[in-house]
């Protein structure tokens, strides 16, 4: 799961626009251009240059861009168009699901930025209903299709639910055959992760699990580490529950390097080693959220920002 829509939560996305324009006019009044300036922040400057992002490196030798994007809520032409954008700023990993229900609009949204498939790291994932060995591959192929590829990058059971070994088994067997480059899961706990190693002939790729400020889930992010799994966070920005966009601690921070919270969030997530891949549909987010490259967090900040935590879910109803 990632972001909800702005236009879904538009009093949350106020309140991020308007410690946007703070952070804006801030960094005008310092005589700081670039992307923090009001460039990113304004009505979309498409002579923005690209972003270059770094890349981790999976266990089997797979690279896997460490700041994606998501497209949970973004459907249709308005998707099309958000994906498209996201690869015109820089974007090469785009996360995607059979629940999303928009993985045609995922796929329109690739033909449209005309970038070369290899340049491009692609995931979705496998959902409940769909679990098991015979569904499991009629669903991948259907994944396939709508998204007008012919390989995925990354095949994740979405949730440790249903028929798990039968569908890791055709998972691996589409890894053998190149459909897909890495396989992984969502959701998992370690017990669930012992179980599904107790027949595995292919260790997991990925775990992406929900993570940010408020739910750090430091206890799996050092299991997944002995587990030789790359640890991914949906959620980074924890859907603007809490008040994470105008959260003072993380504000107090930001302005130290004129960041806004949603930034100091994802170079926190960075500093981690934690793959994040926050959603957005304004290009202007897309842009900013990118720009989290020209500064490092101390370890006071990060600790700082450690303390946050609430160490507990912040989806319940997902549970």
């Known amino acids: ?8 939560n538009p009093q949350k996305e106020m309140k991020r626009r308007e410690f946007i324009r703070a952070s804006a006019t801030f960094a005008a009044g310092a005589g700081i251009l670039g992307l923090s300036s009001s460039k990113a922040f304004g009505a979309g400057d498409d002579s923005v240059a690209q972003t270059t992002i770094e890349s981790v490196t999976l266990n089997n030798g797979v690279q896997m861009p ?3 994007f998501g497209t949970l ?3 249709g032409e308005t998707g099309a168009q958000c994906v498209a954008d996201a690869i015109s700023l ?4 785009i996360d995607t699901a059979t629940v999303y229900g928009n993985e045609e609009a995922v796929g329109a949204g690739i033909k449209k930025s005309g970038i070369d498939r290899k340049e491009l790291f692609v995931t979705s994932k496998l959902w409940v209903d769909d679990s098991g060995y015979e569904k499991g591959k009629a669903a991948f192929q259907t994944s396939l299709d709508k998204l007008g590829l012919d390989y995925l990058d990354l095949y994740l059971i979405h949730r440790p639910r249903g028929d798990v070994k039968g569908s890791w088994k055709i998972m691996e067997e ?3 055959e190149g459909k897909i480059k890495a396989i992984g899961i969502s959701n998992f706990e370690d017990h669930q992760i012992d179980e599904l190693l107790e027949y595995a002939t292919i260790k ?8 940010h400020a408020f739910f750090n889930q430091s206890k799996a992010r050092k299991s997944l580490l002995n587990y030789g799994v790359q640890m991914e ?3 980074p920005f924890a859907q603007g529950r809490n008040e994470l966009f105008t959260n003072e601690t993380l504000a107090a921070i930001g302005k130290k390097y004129n960041k806004n919270n949603a930034q100091v969030s994802l170079r926190w997530h960075y500093q981690r080693g934690i793959v994040a891949i926050p959603r957005s549909s304004q290009k202007a987010h897309m842009a900013e959220n990118l720009n989290i490259f020209d500064f ?12 946050l935590d609430l160490n507990k879910t912040q989806f319940p109803e997902w549970e």
């Open 1 to 8: 799961m990632k972001e909800k829509s702005d236009e879904k």
């Open 204 to 211: 997991p790729a990925v775990n992406q699990i929900e993570t």
């Open 90 to 93: 820089g974007y090469r990993l």
């Open 296 to 307: 490092e967090l101390s370890d006071s900040d990060m600790k700082t920002i450690a303390a």
């Open 174 to 176: 589409l890894h053998k």
């Open 233 to 235: 966070a949906w959620s």
């Open 73 to 75: 809520y973004l459907n």
């Open 66 to 68: 460490i700041l994606g």
